[in-house]
């Protein structure tokens, strides 16, 4: 096999040039030329045995892409009898066998294991069409599965069997050269169902562990503008930079594990998810969440048959500035967990009797601000030779705070700004000034029945009665409000009345 990079190889391609109609928009050779050197870019080897002309279309044998696992750990193969390209009126049809192959090795702290696997896929081609410098190519597979088939640890065999199951998978991406050798791309695809299946035993044992996994309706869409550089461990510094958003139907997932006397199995469904994540080189942004999510626990560490759990909402997001700069930068994060209801099992070991309210519980904490960068947080070596905090906040707002449980409802919200003229610190950083406002309805209620549970002792609950006396006023039949205000020199007030 020779390296597709090599010099060499520059004669050959001249000459199969000439065998190609030069008034496609698109020829097969640029066409695999485009795509090496796509795969090049990300630092992995292609290879290729032989090529040659062959009914009117480009055939390639014996390829295969190397990707090699950071600090030498390893390296996997995709392994690829054939490939073929097809010039069709200015467009290339690439077609595979139905089969390819993944080997691979990873060394994990001296223990060295090592897979075989293979793909196959039904009707799975590739149509590549536009110009080199705006290249669209659009993929689709009718159906396909990954199998797993064989896998040795420190040369034993590892009994496991695991695949994964592919729907109907269309796809369409472009990729644009942009000025300073940078591509550019974006693109959507689509997953009618994904499906995993995972089924471990223990060698020498009786344990095991199995994993089922089925999601569908699975589409997602991406952009990215990636520099050229030598090294792909450069691409940040470089000015890497994309977004991505994934999204899905409804899911379900079964786990099964046993191990010496312990065992735990767990089922769960999901109504839909999402995904979406950014990066540039001044700003990361995170943004997950699922609907609809239902789950059956059990497990020899917990002394009831099964427990039950469900919520209708959960999300966790967040976006932070990346790059330092004389001016501040805005930041956010929220985390969020809404309509929360578990099983009366486990309610039935605090409060058989029904006492407290059964109400679906809620979380809710959003903020934002702005902060001052000290230095590039995409810069590990940076990083390690400060000797303060990267980053200094400079306004910090509370949105939302909301928590409901068993029929108690807390919010609040709230601004504060710190001051660096201010010479009062709290470790390095100016003490805050701003004010909170909360608000507490049927917290004296929930007390109440906590104490009558006996879940919270009665001089524990006479103090937080006194201290909500201290901190809030009355406004209404057990509703309570309270404003906190922050002075830079460090003084609290609450409702007007200064507590420290």
């Not at 049927?442 to 104490?451: A, I, M, P, S």
């Amino acid at each position: 096999m020779r390296t597709i990079v090599q010099t060499g190889i520059v004669a050959g391609i001249t000459s199969l040039s000439l065998a190609f109609p030069v008034a496609a928009d698109i020829s097969a050779i640029e066409a695999r030329n485009e795509i090496v050197g796509f795969y090049e870019s990300f630092g992995y080897t292609v290879d290729i045995g032989s090529e040659k002309i062959s009914d009117g279309a480009l055939l390639l044998d014996d390829v295969s892409i190397q990707v090699d696992i950071p600090d030498g750990k390893g390296q996997i193969v995709i392994a690829y009898d054939w490939v073929k390209m097809t010039e069709t009126g200015g467009a290339v049809d690439i077609t595979f066998p139905d089969t390819i192959e993944i080997t691979g090795n990873v060394d994990d702290e001296g223990k060295e294991a090592v897979f075989a696997a293979h793909i196959d896929a039904t009707n799975m081609a590739i149509n590549l069409s536009g110009s080199m410098d705006n290249l669209r190519i659009r993929t689709n597979m009718d159906i396909g599965q990954a199998v797993l088939d064989r896998m040795t640890v420190e040369n034993k065999d590892i009994p496991l069997t695991a695949l994964i199951n592919f729907g109907k998978t269309t796809a369409d991406y472009t990729i644009v050269k942009a000025d300073g050798d940078r591509r550019q791309l974006s693109g959507t695809a689509s997953i009618a169902s994904l499906g995993v299946v995972a089924d471990a035993k223990e060698p020498d044992g009786d344990g095991f562990f199995n994993f089922n996994v089925l999601i569908a309706d699975l589409t997602y869409g991406f952009t990215a503008d990636i520099p050229k550089v030598d090294n792909p461990d450069d691409l940040l510094k470089a000015g890497l930079a994309g977004s991505g958003q994934m999204s899905y139907g409804n899911g379900s997932a079964e786990i099964n594990f046993a191990n010496k006397g312990d065992r735990f199995a767990m089922t769960s469904s999901a109504v839909n998810g999402r995904l979406d994540v950014g990066l540039t080189p001044d700003l990361i942004t995170y943004d997950v969440g699922g609907s609809g999510v239902k789950m059956t626990i059990s497990s020899s560490d917990i002394p009831l048959p099964s427990v039950e759990m469900a919520y209708d909402d959960a999300e966790i997001a967040f976006n932070m500035p990346l790059s330092p700069g004389q001016e501040p930068k805005p930041f956010a994060a929220k985390v969020a967990l809404r309509g929360v209801t578990v099983g009366e099992s486990l309610w039935a070991l605090i409060d058989s009797g029904k006492v407290l309210p059964r109400d679906p519980a809620t979380v809710v904490v959003d903020l934002s601000g702005t902060a001052m960068v000290l230095a590039n947080l995409m810069d590990p070596e940076n990083l390690a030779e400060m000797k303060g905090p990267p980053m200094l906040p400079v306004s910090l707002n509370l949105n939302e705070l909301t928590a409901s449980i068993a029929g108690a409802l807390l919010n609040g919200s709230g601004e504060v700004k710190f001051n660096f003229q201010n010479p009062n610190t709290i470790n390095g950083i100016p003490a805050p000034a701003g004010e909170v406002n909360l608000s507490l309805k049927g917290g004296f209620g929930l007390l109440d029945k906590l104490v009558s549970l006996r879940l919270v002792p009665e001089e524990t609950a006479t103090g937080l009665r006194a201290m909500l006396g201290a901190f809030a006023k009355p406004v209404g039949d057990d509703q309570f409000e309270s404003k906190i205000e922050i002075s830079e020199d460090g003084s609290i007030k609450a409702n007007g009345q200064r507590i420290k």
